[in-house]
C-alpha cells in the first residue's frame, strides 16, 4: 500500500514557475514508476510526465516537454515535478501516481495503482 500526497501548487503568472512534490509513504515506493496526471474542468485527466523506478527514463507530454522536469529522490519517497515557462493552458489540478506496471504502460492512467488526491494549479495570463 501506498499513499501519496502533493504539495506546491498556487496562483502564478504565464511564464512563472512552480515545483509540485509528491510525498509517498510505505517502504515499497522504490519499487513503483511515478507519474504525473493533471486534470482541468470540463477536461479529461491527461498524462504530464512520468519516471521509472530508479530515474532511469523518463516520459514527458509533448505539451511540457522542454518545459516540465520530473525527478524523484527515493531516499526521501518523494517525487518532484519542475514547472517552468508555465502557460494559462496548464492550469489544472495535478495529481501524482504510482504504478506497478512496465515502462510501456507509464502513459496510461489505468496502469496506475495508487493516487494522490491533488494540488491546484492556476497560471494566470
Known amino acids: 500500500q501506498v499513499q501519496l500526497v502533493e504539495s506546491g501548487g498556487g496562483l502564478v503568472q504565464a511564464g512563472g514557475s512552480l515545483r509540485l512534490s509528491c510525498a509517498a509513504s510505505g517502504r515499497a515506493f522504490s519499487r513503483y514508476a511515478m507519474g504525473w496526471f493533471r486534470q482541468a474542468p470540463g477536461k479529461e485527466r491527461e498524462f504530464v510526465a512520468a519516471?521509472?523506478?530508479?530515474?532511469?527514463?523518463?516520459y514527458y507530454a509533448d505539451s511540457v516537454k522542454g518545459r516540465f522536469t520530473i525527478s524523484r529522490d527515493n531516499a526521501k519517497n518523494t517525487v518532484y515535478l519542475q514547472m517552468n515557462s508555465l502557460k494559462p493552458d496548464d492550469t489544472a489540478v495535478y495529481h501524482c501516481?504510482?504504478?506497478?506496471?512496465?515502462?510501456?504502460?507509464?502513459?496510461?492512467?489505468?496502469?496506475?495503482?495508487?493516487w494522490g488526491q491533488g494540488t491546484q494549479v492556476t497560471v494566470s495570463s
Open positions: 519516471i521509472t523506478w530508479n530515474g532511469g527514463s523518463r
Open positions: 501516481a504510482a504504478s506497478g506496471a512496465g515502462e510501456w504502460a507509464l502513459i496510461n492512467d489505468r496502469s496506475y495503482d495508487y
